[in-house]
């Protein structure tokens, strides 16, 4: 799977550079776990459809009742239609220069925050909506008029967050500024029960596989397959012995593409089918 490089391949001219950049999204068809290199932070202002963000430590999920700013970085998304057969997101990008501006003018410049969350959820309201509507009316404009008003939108959004949500929105802007230092380990260990591949894994390791491969067995001594397996198998037995849900619920969630697969590598590593959990 090739790696989208966002907002650079949504530039008409590929020289193109800017603190503030507006996009509309559409598809016709789902995407599942796209691996996207985000060069800039991005507000996601969803219009209709979901959307599923997986980043190295956590993952969020969202319908058209909010929208999201995302943290610049490696991360795989999901973007599924609903009952419409249209998926449409409205994107506004930002460099970190035009955050420092803000948070310069408008926040404590001693702040300090040890957040790394790489997401922030917004509550779709009135003003959003009529703030996303006047987006598309600039869009309309000249690049010049555009690039100015822009730049005025863009505060007067920050500012309504920023009184909507105060410290944790001012604490949130501040962490898009401190750079990520979560450990190898961490980030595998919040990982275990996901359905990601390997492959998926080490791009939010923003590692080749090869490479994160190696890094794996200098710090656990297994290969990651096999200690992955480990794990997702014995919590999928955990998880069947409570009662409340079959093997067929639950394969696709410890990474199988099958319920056979699931059924045959249970069976290998317990001695007994799950269906025999689950009865």
Same mark, same amino acid.
């Given at each position: 799977m090739s790696?989208?490089n966002?907002p650079?391949?949504y530039?008409k001219n /590929?020289?193109?550079t800017s603190?503030l950049f @507006?996009y509309?999204f559409?598809m016709?068809?789902?995407? @599942?776990k796209?691996? @996207?290199n985000?060069?800039? *932070?991005?507000?996601?202002?969803?219009?209709?459809?979901?959307?599923? @963000?997986h980043?190295a430590?956590?993952s969020v999920?969202?319908n !058209?009742?909010?929208s999201l700013?995302?943290k610049?970085?490696?991360?795989?998304?999901?973007?599924l239609?609903?009952k419409?057969?249209i998926?449409?997101? /409205?994107? $506004?990008f930002f460099? #970190?220069?035009?955050?420092?501006?803000? $948070?310069?003018?408008h926040? #404590?410049?001693?702040?300090?925050?040890?957040?790394?969350t790489?997401?922030f959820?917004?509550?779709?309201?009135?003003?959003?909506?009529?703030y996303?509507?006047? +987006?598309? /009316?600039?869009? #309309?404009?000249?690049?010049?008029f555009m690039?100015n008003l822009?730049?005025?939108k863009?505060?007067?959004l920050m500012?309504?967050?920023? *009184?909507?949500?105060?410290?944790?929105?001012e604490a949130y802007?501040?962490?898009?500024?401190? /750079?990520?230092?979560s450990?190898f380990?961490?980030?595998?260990e919040? !990982?275990?029960?996901?359905?990601?591949k390997l492959?998926?894994?080490?791009?939010?390791?923003?590692?080749s596989l090869?490479?994160?491969k190696?890094?794996?067995i200098?710090?656990?001594?297994v290969s990651?397959?096999?200690w992955f397996q480990e794990?997702r $198998?014995?919590?999928a037995?955990?998880t069947?012995?409570?009662?409340d849900? !079959?093997?067929?619920?639950?394969y696709? *969630?410890?990474?199988?593409n099958?319920?056979?697969n699931f059924?045959?590598?249970?069976k290998?590593?317990f001695g007994f089918s799950?269906?025999? +959990?689950?009865n």
């Amino acid at each position: 799977m090739s790696i989208e490089n966002i907002p650079e391949i949504y530039f008409k001219n /590929k020289k193109q550079t800017s603190d503030l950049f @507006v996009y509309d999204f559409k598809m016709t068809s789902d995407i @599942v776990k796209s691996k @996207v290199n985000l060069g800039m *932070n991005m507000f996601s202002f969803l219009q209709v459809g979901k959307k599923q @963000v997986h980043f190295a430590g956590t993952s969020v999920a969202v319908n !058209k009742e909010q929208s999201l700013i995302l943290k610049k970085g490696n991360c795989l998304w999901t973007e599924l239609l609903d009952k419409e057969a249209i998926y449409y997101c /409205k994107l $506004l990008f930002f460099s #970190e220069e035009k955050l420092k501006e803000f $948070l310069a003018k408008h926040t #404590e410049n001693n702040y300090s925050t040890k957040e790394q969350t790489p997401y922030f959820i917004i509550r779709n309201d009135a003003y959003l909506t009529s703030y996303i509507d006047s +987006l598309s /009316k600039i869009s #309309e404009e000249s690049a010049f008029f555009m690039e100015n008003l822009l730049s005025i939108k863009f505060e007067e959004l920050m500012l309504y967050l920023l *009184n909507k949500y105060e410290r944790k929105f001012e604490a949130y802007l501040h962490s898009l500024i401190i /750079k990520e230092t979560s450990p190898f380990k961490r980030i595998i260990e919040n !990982k275990i029960h996901s359905n990601l591949k390997l492959e998926e894994i080490a791009f939010l390791c923003n590692m080749s596989l090869s490479t994160f491969k190696r890094h794996f067995i200098k710090e656990y001594k297994v290969s990651p397959g096999k200690w992955f397996q480990e794990k997702r $198998l014995l919590k999928a037995k955990e998880t069947l012995e409570q009662g409340d849900l !079959k093997p067929s619920d639950i394969y696709l *969630n410890f990474g199988y593409n099958n319920l056979s697969n699931f059924s045959a590598a249970f069976k290998n590593k317990f001695g007994f089918s799950p269906n025999q +959990l689950s009865n």
